[in-house]
């Protein structure tokens, strides 16, 4: 199997690549960014109202959500060669095999999910979280009345394990995802079984380890910038229009950040591994760059 070396730098091109498609297709990425950040707000009000049920709910959007994300890579692909993002451009693209492709994606990121899920259980437990949430919640409710809050009132033995659980969860999914980058692009958009996308993701990453480290170190860089940045503005929104609003707009930039995830992976795939096996085909009837929204 041929795996590409790329230099170092390669890492910071996928993220360039991927905001310049963005850019190149707002309404099409936008929208798919929408509809995730609304399905992470239905699940996040649904879980703060009903704190026993908040992990099944976490489960079930984490594979909805990897459906989106599959739905974005595929939209990567199309803009990169110069079709249309745009929802109705997109639904008669996944005609075919491409929508089978999609839906055999969906295995590996639900693996992930429901093992992230058993990790999180036997770190953190369900009765855990749901004292944390609520601990959280009161002392929120006294900070807003002007209560001053007791330091010791946060050192509980709930949110402690639910921070370390979190850390742990993190640091093995941001390692697991650092070898398998190339593994949804390669099976969505190459065809190939979960098996050899994964060993050849997995070599990928090994022989491209410094491109991988420089593209999660920036990325994680890049990301804090824009929360500081999107966390002012949520501030003074929510002074003006309340706490709702700071949620909405946390949701928003959910909905961005996996957008370009989902672009910087094909750009990784299309580097590193990458077949473009429809970058000659012409555009599909009606659409073409000049069009893609």
Same mark, same amino acid.
């Given at each position: 199997?041929?795996?590409?070396?790329?230099?170092?730098?390669?890492?910071?091109?996928?993220?360039?690549?991927?905001?310049?498609?963005?850019?190149?297709?707002?309404?099409?990425?936008?929208?798919?960014?929408?509809?995730?950040?609304?399905?992470?707000?239905?699940? +996040?009000?649904? %879980?703060? @109202?009903?704190?026993?049920? #908040? /992990?099944? $709910?976490?489960?079930?959007?984490?594979? &909805?959500? =990897?459906?989106?994300?599959?739905?974005?890579?595929?939209?990567?692909?199309?803009?990169?060669?110069?079709?249309?993002?745009?929802?109705?451009?997109?639904?008669?693209?996944?005609?075919?095999?491409?929508?089978?492709?999609?839906?055999?994606?969906?295995?590996?990121? +639900?693996?992930? %999910?429901? @093992?992230?899920?058993?990790? #999180? /259980?036997? $770190?953190?437990?369900?009765?855990?979280? &749901?004292? =944390?949430?609520?601990?959280?919640?009161?002392?929120?409710?006294?900070?807003?009345?002007?209560?001053?809050?007791?330091?010791?009132?946060?050192?509980?033995?709930?949110?402690?394990?639910?921070?370390?659980?979190?850390?742990?969860?993190?640091?093995?999914?941001?390692?697991?995802?650092?070898?398998?980058?190339?593994?949804?692009?390669?099976?969505? $958009?190459?065809?190939?079984?979960?098996?050899?996308?994964?060993?050849?993701?997995?070599?990928?990453?090994?022989?491209?380890?410094?491109?991988?480290?420089?593209?999660?170190?920036?990325?994680?860089?890049?990301?804090?910038?824009?929360?500081?940045?999107?966390?002012?503005?949520?501030?003074?929104?929510?002074?003006?229009?309340?706490?709702?609003?700071?949620?909405?707009?946390?949701?928003?930039?959910?909905?961005?950040?996996?957008?370009?995830?989902?672009?910087?992976?094909?750009?990784?795939?299309?580097?590193?591994?990458?077949?473009?096996?429809?970058?000659?085909?012409?555009?599909?009837?009606?659409?073409?760059?000049?069009?893609?929204?």
């Amino acid at each position: 199997m041929e795996i590409r070396k790329v230099p170092a730098t390669a890492g910071a091109e996928w993220l360039l690549e991927a905001f310049r498609l963005y850019r190149k297709s707002p309404f099409g990425f936008g929208t798919l960014g929408l509809i995730y950040a609304g399905l992470w707000l239905a699940m +996040a009000v649904a %879980a703060a @109202a009903v704190p026993a049920i #908040g /992990v099944p $709910l976490q489960l079930g959007f984490m594979i &909805v959500g =990897a459906l989106l994300v599959a739905v974005m890579i595929f939209a990567a692909r199309e803009v990169d060669v110069g079709r249309s993002a745009s929802p109705g451009a997109l639904v008669a693209a996944m005609q075919g095999g491409n929508g089978g492709r999609m839906m055999r994606a969906l295995v590996p990121q +639900a693996i992930l %999910a429901l @093992a992230m899920a058993g990790l #999180g /259980v036997v $770190l953190i437990g369900q009765d855990n979280l &749901v004292e =944390a949430m609520e601990t959280m919640q009161a002392l929120q409710a006294k900070a807003q009345a002007g209560v001053q809050i007791d330091p010791q009132a946060v050192a509980t033995e709930a949110i402690a394990r639910v921070i370390f659980g979190g850390l742990i969860i993190m640091t093995i999914s941001v390692l697991v995802f650092a070898f398998t980058i190339t593994l949804l692009p390669d099976m969505l $958009l190459d065809g190939r079984g979960l098996g050899e996308s994964l060993k050849r993701s997995a070599a990928a990453g090994l022989r491209n380890l410094p491109a991988i480290i420089v593209y999660l170190v920036l990325g994680f860089v890049l990301l804090m910038a824009i929360s500081i940045g999107f966390g002012i503005v949520l501030g003074v929104a929510q002074l003006i229009f309340g706490q709702s609003a700071a949620i909405v707009g946390n949701a928003v930039l959910y909905g961005l950040f996996v957008n370009v995830l989902a672009g910087t992976m094909y750009f990784a795939w299309k580097q590193m591994l990458g077949g473009e096996p429809d970058a000659a085909a012409p555009p599909a009837a009606g659409t073409s760059a000049g069009v893609a929204m």
